[in-house]
C-alpha cells in the first residue's frame, strides 16, 4: 500500500503574535517609541534586561527570540512583547525594530550582532563580544563603520559605586595601586559556559567584566601584564578557572596604575563574590559586591546602597540616551574589542601553559 502525503507548501510561521498578560500588555505600537526585540529569553535576560528594558520608558518591546517557540511564547507574554519569535533573520528584517539586544549563548554573539549591523539596527550585545578573534575584530570594524549604536554589556562600569572609585581615582591625581578579587564559585564541568566552542570559558566569558572596570577606572592604556593559571583539572574545562592577572596601566594624565585581579573558583560560597581595594596618596577604598564603599584616610566615608547595583539598568538607558542622540556616555566597539582583546590573549596563552607574557 502507498501512502501519499500532501506536499507542505509554506514553512511553519516562525514569528507570531504573542498572548497579552494583564500586568504587561503588548506594546504592539511603537508611539515614536524605540521598536527593540530581545534575541535570547534564558535566565540573565528574563531576570535582568527584559526587566530594565520594560521600566525604562522611550522602548517598546517588539518582539522576544529564543530558539524554542515554547519559550519565546512565555516570554514574550511575560514581558509584554508584541511577538514572538524563533526567527532572528526575520526580526532583523523587521522594519519596527530598531534595535536588538542580544543575550544568547556566546556562540552566537558576534554572528547574531553583525547580522543585526548590517541589517541598520542599533545593537547592545551581551558580553562576550566574541569567543574568537576572528568574531572580535570582523565585529569591531563593522561596528565603527556602521553608523549604528553597538555597545557590549559590560555593565559594572555603570555602577554607581563604580562611578564613585573612579571620581575618587581622578582626584588622587596620582599613581594608585589597586587589588580586585572575585569569588567566581565552582561551575559543573558539564555547564555550557566552560564549553570552549559554546562559552568559550570563563577568561574569556566572565573575566573580561573585570578587565573591562580596570580599564575604565585606570586606563585607556594597557602598558603591560602577565598571568599566572592553576591548570584546569576538568578534562571538558580546558580554559582555567583559577587566575591571578597583573596589570599596568596609564591613565589621560600619564599617571601609572598597577592592578592584581585575582579569579578564583576555590572560594568559600558565604564569601562575598567582589571585593576591591584601591590605595593612592595615603588613602584607600574598599568596595564590596557594588553595594558598600567604604573610604579610609582623609577623605574617609562610608555608603552603603539598599541593594548590590552593578549597573544593569543604567547601561540601558545610556543605550536608550544613545540611540536618542545624547552625548553618547556609552562604551563604544574599540573599548569593547579591547576588553575582549586581552581576554583571548589571557586565555590562548594560559591554555598553551605559559605563564607570562
Ligand atoms: N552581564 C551580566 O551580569 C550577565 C550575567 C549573567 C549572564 N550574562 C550573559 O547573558 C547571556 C545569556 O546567558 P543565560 O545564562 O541567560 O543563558 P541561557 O539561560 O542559556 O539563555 C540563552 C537564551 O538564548 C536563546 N538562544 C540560544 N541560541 C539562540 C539563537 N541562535 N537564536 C535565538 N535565541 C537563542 C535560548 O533559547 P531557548 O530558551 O529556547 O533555549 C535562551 O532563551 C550570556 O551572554 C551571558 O554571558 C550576563
Not at 525604562?56 to 512565555?74: E, G, I, N, Y
Not at 568559600?268 to 568596595?287: N, R, S
Request: hydrophobic share 45%.
Amino acid at each position: 500500500m502507498l501512502l501519499r502525503y500532501p506536499a507542505r507548501s509554506e514553512p511553519a510561521a516562525r514569528t507570531v503574535a504573542a498572548a497579552t498578560s494583564a500586568s504587561h500588555p503588548a506594546t504592539a505600537k511603537r508611539d515614536g517609541r524605540i521598536g527593540i526585540a530581545v534575541i535570547g529569553g534564558g535566565g540573565f535576560a528574563t531576570e535582568t534586561l527584559l526587566p530594565a528594558i520594560g521600566a525604562t520608558p522611550d522602548f517598546a518591546l517588539r518582539t522576544v527570540v529564543t530558539r524554542s517557540s515554547a519559550s519565546a511564547a512565555k516570554v514574550a507574554q511575560e514581558f509584554g512583547a508584541a511577538q514572538a519569535s524563533t526567527d532572528p533573520e526575520g526580526v532583523l528584517a523587521d522594519p519596527s525594530v530598531d534595535a536588538v539586544v542580544i543575550a544568547t549563548r556566546h556562540d552566537s554573539h558576534a554572528p547574531l550582532a553583525l547580522a543585526a549591523l548590517r541589517a541598520g539596527k542599533h545593537v547592545f550585545l551581551e558580553k562576550p563580544m566574541g569567543i574568537t578573534r576572528e568574531q572580535i575584530d570582523a565585529l569591531r570594524d563593522e561596528a565603527l563603520t556602521s553608523g549604528r549604536i553597538f555597545t557590549v554589556g559590560y555593565n559594572r562600569r555603570y555602577a554607581p559605586l563604580s562611578l564613585r572609585v573612579r571620581e575618587w581615582l581622578a582626584t588622587s591625581a596620582g599613581p594608585a595601586v589597586l587589588l580586585y578579587r572575585v569569588n567566581a564559585g565552582h561551575v559543573p564541568a558539564e555547564n555550557w559556559t566552560l564549553d570552549p566552542n559554546v562559552g568559550g570559558g570563563r577568561i574569556v566569558g566572565e573575566l573580561c567584566h573585570m578587565l573591562d572596570l580596570l580599564s575604565f577606572w585606570l586606563g585607556p592604556e594597557l602598558v603591560s601584564w602577565s598571568a599566572a593559571a592553576l591548570p584546569s583539572a576538568q578534562r571538558a574545562a580546558p580554559s582555567p578557572q583559577d587566575v591571578v592577572v597583573s596589570l599596568r596601566f596609564r591613565d589621560a594624565n600619564r599617571n601609572e596604575h598597577v592592578a592584581s585581579l585575582v579569579y578564583t573558583s576555590l572560594g568559600a560560597p558565604a564569601l562575598a563574590k567582589e571585593w576591591i581595594e584601591v590605595h593612592a596618596g595615603g588613602c584607600t577604598l574598599h568596595l564590596t559586591d557594588f553595594m558598600r564603599l567604604e573610604a579610609q584616610g582623609a577623605r574617609a566615608r562610608t555608603e552603603v546602597l539598599r541593594k548590590p547595583d552593578k549597573g544593569h539598568r543604567a547601561e540601558i538607558e545610556a543605550f536608550r540616551d544613545a540611540i536618542r542622540g545624547a552625548p553618547n556616555a556609552l562604551l563604544g566597539a574599540e573599548e569593547a574589542w579591547a576588553s575582549a582583546d586581552l581576554a583571548l590573549r589571557i586565555d590562548q596563552q594560559l591554555r598553551a601553559g605559559a605563564a607570562t607574557e
